[in-house]
């Protein structure tokens, strides 16, 4: 059974920094496409990072790119979602899901749509 348990979200202060951690089960990382997702109140859930199944192929939202990094760690079977400089606008609920496709899964995107495992999310609010 494929399982994501996020972690590591809380509140921060603005210019401060969290690592959030995504648990996977049931599947290997090397497998699956990982991307990392946000939702802020009465907004649509965007992409903000991801993964490739391979680690080879990462993307990140043009406006992140410089303070949201993403990685993984095969042997712990965890993605990371490294976010630094935060800012009130990045408050939201943040996702990570898997896309276990392997037409789409050698590289990844933004797209909700292609990823069909959800993990439950962690909150993240950015407030003085």
């Known amino acids: 059974q494929v399982q994501l348990v996020e972690s590591g979200g809380g509140l921060v202060q603005p210019g401060g920094s969290l690592r959030l951690s995504c648990a996977a089960s049931?599947?290997?990382?090397?497998?699956?496409?990982i991307g990392w997702f946000r939702q802020a109140p009465g907004k649509e859930r965007e992409g903000v990072s991801c993964?490739?199944?391979?680690?080879?192929?990462?993307w990140h939202k043009d406006y992140l790119k410089g303070r949201f990094t993403i990685s993984k760690d095969n042997a712990k079977n965890t993605v990371y979602l490294q976010m630094n400089s935060l800012k009130p606008e990045d408050t939201a609920v943040y996702y990570c899901?898997?896309?276990?496709?392997?037409?789409?899964?050698?590289?990844?995107?933004?797209?909700?749509?292609?990823?069909?495992?959800w993990g439950q999310g962690t909150q993240v609010t950015v407030s003085a």
């Open positions: 993964i490739s199944s391979g680690g080879g192929s990462t």
């Open positions: 899901a898997a896309d276990s496709d392997k037409t789409t899964s050698w590289r990844c995107s933004g797209h909700t749509y292609e990823y069909n495992h």
């Open positions: 049931g599947f290997a990382l090397g497998d699956y496409a």
